[in-house]
């Protein structure tokens, strides 16, 4: 059976996602690792936008302050739009130093894009510390509960309450990988936690499923003390012996 302690941590981590379910990351220039980017731009000339031939270059800088574009020029949509489609590969602030011209007058303006790991905006100090919190205790209570089973699968008495903590804690594992995509964007973490849901499927679902059969098959059969008649053979051989 579930003890009070269990009960207190499995309650906390549905807290968890509850409550980080409810966050909204802020809207802000921020875009993917790895992922093919529209960069749009808009050319406005003497206070109104270019009806002529225009040009739009950018220069772009990694984190590192090394040159990611050197004055590339991008492409003109109409009525002042320009766009340039590229990929950042590394994560950080890059920094985007832009100019127009028509020939005559021209415009310059510089940003920063933020590359994150999931195209959003880096989560605040407090939602980082909750999910390394709720990282600790899921990876604990995997660890918990795959000890457990184990006591239990060697005793052939796993029932049907074991069962469904193994298959929970593995559900909010699952859980707690789509929620760090979402919020975090941390690739590291994102590996290993694919790494402990493959692992899981094995120690968390199939372990469990074939264990639960055994004690009600095998277990069962053990504590009704069913000896498949050896032992009648044997005294029989005992008596005409």
């Known amino acids: 059976m579930i003890n009070k302690n269990q009960t207190i941590i499995l309650g906390f981590m549905v807290l968890m996602i509850v409550i980080l379910g409810s966050f909204v990351s802020a809207s802000t220039e921020t875009y993917k690792i790895n992922q093919a980017t529209d960069l749009k731009f808009t050319c406005t000339l003497n206070n109104a936008i270019p009806s002529g031939s225009t040009t739009y270059n950018i220069t772009i800088s990694y984190p590192n302050s090394s040159t990611f574009l050197n004055n590339v020029e991008t492409t003109a949509q109409g009525n002042g739009a320009f766009n340039y489609t590229t990929t950042f590969t590394e994560l950080g602030l890059y920094k985007v130093q832009m100019f127009c011209t028509d020939g005559t007058y021209s415009y310059s303006n510089e940003g920063f894009y933020d590359i994150t790991g999931n195209g959003k905006t880096q989560p605040e100090g407090n939602i980082v510390v909750l999910f390394s919190i709720g990282f600790l205790i899921i990876v604990g209570f995997l660890l918990y509960s795959l000890i457990l089973s184990i006591g239990h699968l060697a005793s052939l008495d796993f029932d049907v309450v074991d069962l469904a903590k193994a298959m ?16 975090m964007g941390n690739t590291a973490i994102d590996s290993f936690l694919l790494i402990l849901i493959r692992i899981g499927g094995f120690t968390h679902i199939f372990v469990p499923i074939i264990a639960f059969v055994l004690s009600i098959t095998v277990g069962s059969l053990k504590k009704k003390k069913v000896d498949f008649g050896v032992n009648r053979i044997y005294k029989r051989q005992r008596l005409n012996g």
């Open 168 to 183: 929970g804690t593995y559900f909010v594992l699952v859980a707690f990988y789509y929620l760090n995509g979402f919020y």
